[in-house]
């Protein structure tokens, strides 16, 4: 594995970029080599500067649930590039693209367009603080909800990564509007909801968590937090900028079954280009600027090329239905090989976790929890039991799956993505790679790479 080319870029970006990375985690740090540059993908393959092939997991972090380069989207973006790439004012293609958001989330009546999930999310606070006239939210510890300041108080996966707590330079008086409870206890959020009574304006959630390792909620967590979040006059935000339209077309809702006030999308929603959304009930949406007080704007919000990859990813998961059946059913064979492994395995749908945990006791554990440990293991059921995790076993595996030419998230608390690109074969094929590489005295070489 020749990483020539990727190592002289590594050298100068390390210069000129912070870390050599735009976004954290993809330095590689908590695996202990260094990141490879990318060349092109295409379907359920990355391949680098130095021409190695992967095949990969990561998906961008959830955008690709097609696959890489899927022909329709390429096509779709190359075309309406040739009008133009920006005007800052409204394109048919914005309704459309609201439309489709509105129908296959129903519980969005109403959505604007942003830029990344970052922006989402801090919006629909605002607009929940707007909305009540409340200042302080809920927030659960190892959920991320982007990088505002005032949502960057235990905010998971690049924190849990780089082992830093919180962000410096995040003004105290930020951090102290935002409360932190404890993902899938119902007490702690009581106990937060009781001390500030009349002062709360959202509980924001990953409605499946995905930024600790992939963590469901337990069976009555959500309907908890719809129940809790009504009784108190305080709005719910489903942050779905992972989970919408990755856990089904209509997200965590059709899901889960659990309705919410606001929802923030990103990732899938922009088809591989920088758009997000935002959105929900009516009454609360006419909030937002021009139509109501809470101002929030964009120059580049609605971009016509991100809009169009956007609407083409969406018709083609609503044309073909059959993705999410076939995308879970991978998922879940190979959470299917981690547990063979011995390993603690959370999913939801195409989203995947294997937990290293020390100590780990399979047989234990079934016997404990028989029938939940498959779909909604509570072995990791919060940010303190993810936290516990071997990472440099999980250090050993990584290496040990890029060495046979499998790309997985750079950390233990990231999830697995599945796209519809991972062919049954492919699937299989990484099932006896995942045997080799989380097996004791898995040093051996490796024999080979995948043929295609
Ligand atoms: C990725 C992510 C964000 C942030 O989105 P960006 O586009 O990276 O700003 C917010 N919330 C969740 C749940 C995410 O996974």
Known sequence: ???????????????????GVNSPVRAFWAVGRQPFFVERAQGPWIIDVDGNKYL????????????????EVIEAVQKVCEKGLTFGAPTAGEVELAELICTCVPDVEMVRLVSSGTEAV???VRVARGFTGREKIIKFSGNYHGHSDGLLVKAGSGFMTHSVPDSAGVPAGYAASTLTAVYNDEKSVRRLMEENRGQVAAVVVEPVAANMGVVPPKAGFLEFLRRITEEEGALLIFDEVITGFRLALGGATQYTGVHADLHTFGKIVGGGMPLAAYGGRRDIMACVAPLG???????????????????????????????????????CRLAEAFLKEGLAVNRAG????????????VEQTDAVYAGERRENGPFV??????????RQAFADYFNRMLERGIYVAPSQFEAMFVSDAHSDGLIQETCRKIGESVRQGAGKPPVEKFSD
């Open 1 to 19: 594995m020749s990483e020539e080319r990727s190592k002289q870029l590594f050298a100068k970006a390390l210069e000129r970029i912070p870390g």
């Open 56 to 71: 990969d997991y990561v998906c961008s972090w959830g955008p690709g649930i097609l696959g890489h380069s899927h022909p």
């Open 122 to 124: 801090m919006s629909a």
């Open 293 to 331: 007080p809470v101002y929030q704007a964009g120059t580049l919000s609605g971009n016509p090329v991100a809009v169009t990859a956007g609407i083409t990813t969406l018709k083609i998961l609503m044309d073909d239905q059959g993705i999410y059946e076939r995308i879970d059913r991978r998922a």
């Open 350 to 361: 195409s989203l995947l976790s294997a937990f290293f945990v020390p100590g780990w006791d």
């Open 381 to 390: 059921k919060n940010y303190e039991d993810a936290c516990g995790c071997d």
